[in-house]
């Protein structure tokens, strides 16, 4: 079946915009996370969805960040008043979240550029 | 807390040469699980191995291999015989067992160049 699909795939904001980015899972994955890759670094954990429910939000670097999943199905990232620093590829993945920590398969990433 | 290292930040061979990539990790939890992620130069995470705590037995996957010591905290990728489509950059990742508790803690990565 289809892989986990993000878009946009590229964006680029001026400082001070909002954006949203969005991901949509693989079809029946009941978990679905987001992750930040900045320039040469590995990736850093944001949040985490279970169905609708964000059992773990700690992830996220400040109050400008948000997310929310409806339908337990696509997930939007929100970053409000965007900030240079927020310059990263934007990583969603999903899994089936059983009875344990499952395989997460990754979407292609939004590459965010702020000006 | 969970951590991970990957001490090797890049690392270049010659094509057909084997290369072993190493990972270190720290956690308190005696259930976790273990991955192996490559990331090509097109930057999409390809899921590459998950290993349970429990499971100690080393794996081979065509001319991947994966030696899991639980001993020495470590969970290193041997690629026999490279090839240039192995240029990527490998990610190790941890996370510790239990419903509601998903996130994957990651390495820094190490980059792999495999020179023709």
């Known amino acids: 079946g289809a892989g986990v699909s993000q878009s946009p795939s590229n964006k680029v904001t001026e400082k001070g915009k909002d954006v949203e980015l969005r991901c949509d899972p693989i079809s029946g994955h009941t978990a679905l996370y987001w992750y930040r890759q900045r320039l040469g670094q590995g990736l850093e954990f944001l949040i985490y969805f279970q169905g609708n429910s964000a059992p773990d939000k700690s992830g996220l670097p400040s109050d400008r960040f948000s997310a929310e999943r409806t339908g337990e199905s696509v997930s939007t990232l929100t970053i409000q008043r965007t900030q240079q620093e927020d310059s990263a590829v934007y990583l969603c993945?999903?899994?089936?979240?059983?009875?344990?920590?499952?395989?997460?398969?990754f979407g292609p990433g939004t590459r965010l550029l702020v000006l | 807390a969970q951590k991970v290292t990957q001490a090797q930040t890049e690392i270049s061979v010659v094509e057909k040469e084997d290369v072993t990539l190493d990972c270190v990790y720290e956690t308190r939890d005696t259930t976790y699980y273990l991955f192996w992620y490559k990331q090509p130069p097109s930057g999409e995470l390809v899921f590459l191995i998950r290993?349970?705590?429990?499971?100690?037995q080393n794996e081979i996957s065509g001319r991947y291999s994966w030696n899991f010591q639980k001993s020495t905290s470590s969970f290193n990728f041997t690629i026999t015989a490279s090839q240039v489509v192995d240029s990527a950059v490998y990610f190790c990742a941890l996370s510790e067992g239990g419903f509601g508790n998903e996130k994957l803690t990651f390495g820094t990565g190490t980059r792999l160049t495999i020179i023709p």
């Open positions: 290993r349970n705590s429990f499971d100690e």
């Open positions: 993945a999903s899994s089936l979240a059983r009875r344990g920590p499952e395989t997460q398969y």
